[in-house]
């Protein structure tokens, strides 16, 4: 997946996500690993106390099988420790093992869950910043997937690899203790562990291989049931049932035997362990037990070697599962800290002013802009809205009408010219300060999960009675109150339980809330019932009344009411005025309003 | 998920975590359950939601269903059965071979002598041979295990197979009214993590189940008999782990989906501020949205929190039972065995023993928790299962008489399920052959719902339609939907090439009938322009079409099978104003052989219509040609003036330009 900031959407802008998202058997990078450590910096110190205490609790797990030894010799009279002195400390062996066994776990995973969420949190207070363009590139899905889906894969990561550690110090723990105990019977126990290894190293690539086959095949038949369930009415309109239905049975069945395949492969390994345990205890059996009857060793330290034996397979078992955890770590690290380098290209000068009480006038001087360099969408634009005036854009699209809104908000830098806001250009004043001047409402109303409430007051402090008066003032009190719960009805879905026409109202009823300085207002195009257009039209001036606007103008109704209206050709100025002047003109404005389109959007389409 | 069913397999009790249960739906209650959890305390003050509530109401109703489905089974269950009893026989051979082995190695051997000591080779063939028992009893072990729990995956594979089958079936089928009160996410959702909730159930909890009884009963059996107090002592942490496990299991089950309800909100509050992201610089609300990320962020890190000490205290608990009963095993077999009454050896079996069943028994919370599923699970596959479409073919409905002259609607009348009011009430109206009728109203007047009454995607609650006669609810659906093409201003392009996508309802269409269709509808020429043309891919994952094109795209698909009656419910919104034209004139070449409905907010697309009918809350309120209508100067008339921009008083003015538009009609 691309990142390229200078591919301009397009179909090459992606696509090959899902191919990266599965190579996950590549090096582990050390780079990653390092970047990855400085969100564990912070938690440094709790990181040590949890090694401590898995250090602690290995040491518990290691030595309970050694008081069973204990017990056992004492039982037999050999040891000078009394049998109920072994039990007492065996029993505050475990006590001590089960505190440090929680403690390990839950630190391990608490610290792993807090490192997992700074990470989140970087990575969406890093999206707060970088350029809208990237955002609208890269399509919040994809962008989403790797909040979410890639950072969950680390958590997985670090929650077994702390695990893991106690799984290795565990292993050289046992290793450690057969050792002391009697070395020679250690070593041909041990033996049996390469083959092991060599077992697994075999098998791996095989299990991984069927594995990954059966994930894919399963994405499959889940895209194919999703695809239909979200089609279905176009496939009862098309009489699809049941070509659709063989071809997703097909599918099931491919899946079916993937699935099998990857069963098999998981349980060929079953025995394998098995086997190897049996012939490990076998030794121990015989070596062990002839050195017993020769008196060379006592009967404890043969059981002891017994009980370990049963658990080392276990640690060897955990640890190659990690490394293909770790792979996933790696690719899942790589797409976060690619979010995490994308650029900031616009952020606050140092010294950059702080817009305050400011007379609102919007100017741009010799304009030339374009999201690639080598492509203006804007060439040498010049146009100044006096405090208090409102200006209409009209043009086809392409034409550069958003590219003004944007720029005036600074969503983007000019490339050369300025943009200024009461004289001072926009790049030398604080981002917040010029959001708090500057309000924009768009063609796609857009409110978040919550109440209408809250959709109105969005992030200004204002009190209910702010907020009703601000909905009164767009006549959108009258519908709301209708609503189930009034004011704190919830919205679903981002406002879907409301007609475009109620949203659109609600957010005007929030820029009103906001009262900026300046507004900029992309017109809804989409047709809306009589009624209800009328109430916005009236909104509109209730909205725009004693404010600086900028309208990306798409209906009739609104330009003509404008002071200006301005309209734009491949992002030049073909001609500009008032509604009056421009009709006594009689140049393209005036043309396409003798043609009578009820929008100008759907005249300038056509060449 | 294979992945980690694997690792399910490895790694025991910590894996409660990877299980990813879905939302409930149902609604049930689940109380009594956590009375002694304190974490219920600290649940209390929230509302339980449906959503996460565990319905064990539904499970005498689940399992023995999931049990009958998989009872086609025998011999594999058989298979897998009498695998584990052997798998567990010999599983418990291990304990007696290494408590034999302990004693050959001692001598303790009642009546053994320093004598045979000296002879040695009695002793040491013992040894030798108690070790190859251990190899044949461990390895046969591994290999019955691998048998049986292959057949479990089996199963369950071959459950999972046919409850897809049958769910796809089954939602192919069910009637719009069905799928307009079950979200679409749900529906996925259940047969995607319903399904496999249910499938896991068979192939992990079924299994561990079965080797967990096996291993308990016939373990005990024989322990008791041996040594009844010793057995007493070995199991004295079993009933204390079990009842902790499943309390555990329960908890986390529902933990899972509380938990998973603030990560969706997490997700959400995220996707939220990043496609309102204009609003949210537009309104420098950059902090107000960080505070509601850190509050949403902070209140699944909490629950996770919470959730991570449930389960490792759970476990730490566990294991020091565990360890309890070992350090009573020993103490009283240390005794014993200091005492001369008990051979080392046969503590060591014991002990053993105790390690066999550590690992099952830890897997209880597990269990548990993959029990729980499959009972919410089942219950909510099983409910779409069971529900049976509302609109089907009557017995033997002849298929339509195709001459399609007249369409007529009757009175005809509609009521959604549930609803206070009739979506649709006495409506009147008859379209001939090479006519057009054209539909206007507010939104919610009923239009749309008017267009989907006529393939049958609802059936009329009062009156009926006909075509030639026929109520269309006598005819086949098969014929009905064949004769029937509703073209829809929200397109759906499935996955597939722009071909199969207008092919869609004809998938043998020849090319000449597609490229006619797509020409018709103006979207020819811009396929052509495609590197691949026709067989460009569309999609999720295909080319990217702008709402036009795509509407375009649809309009195609629509005339491809050359229905008798089309639709177009706000077909062509997205659609330019010049291109509209074209189309229109386009789509009334063919207009002749068939009846055309328009439904459109913007009048230029039916004003040229024979009939023209105003909606406005479900009853015809208005209706005439567009001259006719502009006459009577009312809702359609301002609606006219509104869209063009005009005043009323430059009607007069506009009106010659668009005579050449209407047909005249008698």
């Known amino acids: 997946m691309s990142y390229d900031m200078g591919g301009r959407g397009g179909p090459t802008a992606g696509g090959t996500n899902g191919a990266h998202g599965e190579d996950i058997f590549s090096a582990v990078d050390v780079r990653i690993l390092r970047r990855f450590l400085t969100f564990v910096r912070p938690y440094r110190l709790e990181l040590i106390g949890v090694l401590v205490v898995v250090l602690i609790f290995v040491g518990t797990q290691v030595s309970i099988p050694l008081a069973i030894r204990f017990a056992i010799d004492s039982a037999l009279g050999d040891k000078a420790i009394a049998l109920d002195w072994v039990i007492a400390g065996f029993l505050g062996l475990i006590a001590v093992n089960a505190v440090v066994s929680f403690l390990q776990e839950w630190s391990a995973a608490v610290v792993a869950q807090k490192v997992i969420f700074d990470l989140r949190r970087a990575m969406f207070v890093h999206l707060q910043d970088v350029s809208t363009s990237f955002i609208d590139q890269t399509h919040v899905g994809r962008i989403m997937s790797r909040i979410q889906g890639d950072v969950n894969a680390l958590q997985e990561f670090l929650e077994t690899s702390v695990q893991a550690v106690g799984d290795l110090f565990l292993l050289i723990g046992i290793i450690t203790v057969l050792m002391l105990m009697d070395w020679q019977l250690a070593l041909l126990t041990l033996s049996a562990l390469p083959v092991l290894v060599v077992v697994r190293a075999i098998w791996l690539p095989y299990a991984k291989k069927t594995f990954r086959h059966a994930r894919d095949t399963s994405s499959i038949v889940n895209g194919v049931l999703a695809e239909n369930i979200n089609g279905v009415r176009v496939v009862q309109g098309s009489q699809r049932e049941s070509v659709n239905f063989s071809a997703f049975e097909t599918r099931a069945k491919e899946n079916f035997s993937a699935q099998i395949k990857a069963a098999w492969a998981a349980q060929i390994m079953v025995p394998s362990v098995d086997i190897l345990t049996g012939i490990c205890q076998a030794i121990v059996v015989i070596v062990g037990g002839t050195a017993v009857l020769m008196g060379r060793l006592e009967v404890g330290v043969m059981v002891a070697f017994i009980f370990f034996v049963q658990r080392f397979f276990d640690p060897i078992r955990t640890l190659s599962l990690q490394y293909t955890v770790m792979q996933r770590a790696m690719a899942a690290g790589y797409r976060i800290f690619e979010v995490l380098d994308v650029p900031v290209t616009i952020k606050d000068k140092p010294d950059a002013l702080n817009l305050h009480h400011i007379t609102p006038s919007v100017e741009f001087s010799n304009v030339t802009f374009g999201y690639v360099p080598d492509r203006p969408v804007l060439h040498d634009l010049s146009f100044r809205i006096e405090p208090g005036q409102t200006v209409a854009l009209v043009g086809p699209t392409g034409s550069g009408k958003s590219s003004i809104a944007s720029l005036t908000l600074r969503f983007f830098d000019v490339t050369a010219g300025a943009v200024k806001v009461d004289g001072h250009d926009v790049r030398d004043v604080t981002l917040d300060s010029l959001g708090r001047t500057i309000a924009m409402v768009l063609q796609e109303p857009f409110l978040f999960t919550g109440t209408v409430f809250e959709n109105i007051r969005y992030n200004t402090g204002a009190t209910r009675h702010d907020v009703i008066a601000a909905a009164k003032a767009v006549s959108a009190h009258a519908f709301i109150e209708q609503l189930p719960q009034g004011y704190d009805t919830p919205l679903e879905q981002r406002g879907q339980n409301l007609s475009q026409g109620q949203r659109q109202l609600l957010s005007f009823a929030r820029a009103l809330v906001a009262d900026p300085d300046i507004l900029i207002l992309d017109e809804a195009t989409a047709s809306i019932d009589s009624v209800t257009e009328q109430k916005i039209q009236s909104a509109l001036r209730t909205l725009l009344k004693g404010r600086t606007s900028l309208i990306i103008a798409h209906r009739l109704a609104t330009v003509r009411d404008a002071d200006n209206i301005i309209v734009l050709q491949q992002g030049r100025i073909l001609e500009q005025g008032s509604h009056e002047a421009l009709v006594e003109r009689d140049g393209f404005y005036a043309s396409l309003f003798r043609k009578n389109y009820a929008s100008f959007d759907d005249a300038m389409q056509t060449p | ?666």
């Not at chain 2, 998973?260 to 949205?289: C, D, P, Y």
């Open chain 2, 1 to 666: 998920m294979s992945v980690s069913s694997r690792r399910a397999k490895t790694k025991a009790v910590s894996d409660v975590t990877t299980d990813a249960p879905p939302p409930h739906n149902k609604p049930g209650r689940f109380d009594g359950w956590f009375s002694a959890s304190p974490l219920r305390q600290a649940l209390r003050p929230q509302q339980v939601s449906p959503a996460e509530a565990l319905d064990l109401k539904a499970l005498p109703h689940v399992l023995p269903r999931i049990l009958r489905l998989i009872s086609h089974h025998k011999a594999r269950i058989t298979l897998a059965l009498l695998a584990s009893i052997a798998a567990t026989i010999f599983a418990l051979a291990l304990p007696v071979l290494l408590g034999r082995a302990v004693d050959q190695a001692h001598l303790l051997l009642p009546g053994a002598t320093p004598a045979d000591l000296l002879s040695g080779s009695a002793a040491g063939n013992a040894l030798w041979i108690t070790a190859g028992l251990l190899i044949a009893a461990a390895s046969l072990r591994g290999l019955l295990t691998m048998l049986s729990g292959f057949q479990f995956e089996y199963i369950g594979q071959k459950l999972g197979l046919s409850l897809r089958l049958a769910y796809f079936e089954k939602l192919q089928r069910l009637d719009f009214g069905f799928h307009d009160s079950v979200h679409s996410g749900d529906l996925i959702t259940r047969g995607m993590l319903d399904l496999e909730g249910m499938r896991m159930f068979v192939e992990n909890g079924l299994q561990r189940i079965v080797s967990l009884a096996l291993l308990l009963g016939i373990g005990a059996t024989l322990m008791f008999r041996t040594d009844p107090l010793m057995a007493l002592l070995s199991l004295s942490f079993v009933p204390f782990v079990i009842w902790r496990a499943f309390r555990t299991g329960l908890t986390l089950r529902l933990t899972w989906t509380r938990l998973q309800q603030r990560m969706s909100i997490l997700t959400r509050t995220i996707e939220e501020n990043l496609q309102g992201l204009r609003v949210v610089r537009a309104f420098a609300a950059k902090n107000h949205e960080l505070t509601r990320f850190d509050q949403a962020s902070g209140d699944a890190l909490r629950m996770s929190n919470d959730r991570i000490a449930v389960r490792t205290g759970a476990v730490s608990s566990m294991t020091f039972a565990f360890y309890a009963a070992m350090a009573l095993v020993l103490w009283y077999g240390g005794h014993r065995v200091a005492a001369g009454e008990m051979s080392v050896g046969h503590v060591a079996g014991f002990l053993t023993f105790m390690t066999l069943l550590q690992a099952p028994v830890r897997q209880m919370m597990m269990i548990v928790n993959t029990f729980a599923r499959a009972i919410s699970s089942g219950s909510r596959l099983f409910e779409i299962l069971d529900r049976e479409p509302a609109i089907h073919d009557t017995a033997d409905a002849p298929d339509l008489r195709t001459e399609g002259n007249v369409l007529r609607f009757e009175q005809a009348g509609f009521r959604y399920e549930g609803a206070a009011s009739d979506a649709l009430s006495a409506i009147n109206f008859e379209v001939r052959k090479g006519q057009t009728l054209g539909i206007v109203g507010p939104p919610g007047s009923g239009k749309s719902t008017l267009a989907q009454l006529l393939p049958r995607f609802y059936d009329v609650t009062s009156g009926r339609i006909t075509i030639d006669g026929q109520d269309i609810r006598d005819v086949s659906l098969t014929s009905l939907r064949k004769a029937v093409a509703v073209v829809s201003q929200d397109v759906f392009l499935f996955d597939m090439t722009l071909r199969e996508n207008v092919a869609y309802s004809t998938p043998d269409a020849p090319e000449a009938g597609i490229t006619a269709a797509a020409t018709t509808a103006q979207i020819h020429p811009h396929i052509q322009t495609l590197p691949q043309a026709y067989d460009t891919p569309a999609g999720e994952r295909g080319v990217s079409l702008s709402g036009g094109q795509r509407q375009r795209l649809s309009i195609a698909r629509g005339l491809i099978g050359d229905p008798s009656i089309v639709v177009f419910d706000d077909s062509t919104s997205a659609v330019d104003a010049a291109t509209e034209a074209h189309l229109r004139a386009a789509l009334q070449k063919g207009s002749k052989n068939r009846i055309t409905l328009i439904i459109a907010h913007r009048l230029s697309a039916l004003m040229h219509a024979d009939e023209i009918i105003v909606l406005d809350k479900g009853r015809i309120t208005e209706r005439g040609n567009h001259a006719q209508l502009l006459a009577r100067n009312g809702h359609y008339a301002a609606l006219y003036h509104m869209q063009s921009g005009q005043r009323e008083t430059h009607v007069r003015r506009t009106e010659p330009l668009r005579t050449l538009d209407i047909q005249v009609t008698t």
